[in-house]
Nanobody, 117 residues
């Protein structure tokens, strides 16, 4: 069992930046992939980005060039640096962990990101 706790959400103006963090309750060295998803009001949860143990990354087209995912296995933490934020980035952001492949079976409770002027 892996427990995940997200932090770093908040209110930011369009064009601003935020850095989300997700701390895992146990070592992430045995975890293949760590990811960020988001869910906006009235919409389905969608993939944002993920990173493997080998530091291979994938991004949704909507965030490429603006968001950067990274992980620190010594701290059991995954980060999401979000720059040039847009109002359409407003959502609850969730982190997730896949022990094998890209099957995400452990999820955090989410952190709210609101982009508004």
């Amino acid at each position: 069992q892996v427990q995940l706790v997200e932090s770093g959400g908040g209110l930011v103006q369009p064009g601003g930046s935020l850095r989300l963090s997700c701390a895992a309750s146990r070592s992430t060295f045995s975890v293949n992939a760590m990811a960020w998803y988001r869910q906006a009001p009235g919409k389905q949860r969608e993939f944002v980005a993920d990173i493997t143990i080998d530091s291979n990354t994938r991004y949704a087209d909507s965030v490429k060039g603006r968001f950067t995912i990274s992980r620190d296995n010594a701290r059991n933490t995954v980060y999401l640096q979000m720059n040039s934020l847009k109002t359409e980035d407003t959502a609850v952001y969730y982190c997730a962990v896949a022990r094998r492949g890209y099957t995400y079976t452990y999820w955090g409770q989410g952190t709210q990101v609101t982009v508004s002027s």
